[in-house]
């Protein structure tokens, strides 16, 4: 593994804020457009990658798609017709999937996210979708590296000879 001196952790983290904040006011930009392309492929995004940690099971994918109708809320926030209860509970499902299916000692992250999401009032609920979808994101991220760490120890104990650990 390749340590960075602390210079170059300040850079690589001021470079990923910038970036960050970068994809957010281009979220914000479309979202005052009303041009929910960008906002439909994240949405899209975050399901699949839901559905990769339970890759061969169907029955976790159609109840997640049920809980989280990515077509119904493009419909909704298209025709103008978006209720905040309705939204913000599709959120709300997609923060429950992150908490199901990622490890416990995570929980506190997504239940941070669900404060701040029912804090929300029902006109702040669309502006700050930018800053949601970001965090959701950087959780599934720092979920996939914790599973693919596993799943290398695992492998390597085995390899030892030791799959006991």
């Known amino acids: 593994m390749i340590q960075m001196d602390d210079q170059e952790e300040k850079v690589c983290k001021s470079i990923q804020h910038n970036f960050h904040k970068a994809w957010c006011d281009l979220m914000r930009e479309k979202i ?26 169907t029955s976790i994918h159609e109840q997640i798609d ?13 025709n103008d017709a978006v209720i905040p209860s309705d939204f913000l509970q599709y959120f709300g499902a997609i923060l429950q999937w992150l908490q199901k ?15 701040r999401l029912q804090e929300l009032s029902p006109t702040d609920y669309i502006s700050t979708m930018p800053d949601t979808i970001l965090a ?7 979920v996939k590296l914790r599973i693919d760490k596993f799943k290398d120890e695992l492998s390597s104990n085995i390899a030892n000879g030791d ?3």
């Open 32 to 57: 005052v457009a009303k041009d929910w392309d960008m906002f439909e492929v994240c949405l899209q995004e975050i399901i699949d990658r839901l559905k990769a940690f339970v890759h061969n099971r």
């Open 66 to 78: 049920r809980e989280i109708p990515v077509g119904l809320i493009l419909q909704m926030l298209r």
């Open 101 to 115: 299916l990622g490890p416990p000692d995570m929980d506190d992250v997504v239940d941070a996210m669900q404060n």
């Open 163 to 165: 799959d006991t650990k």
């Open 136 to 142: 959701i994101n950087i959780h599934l991220d720092a």
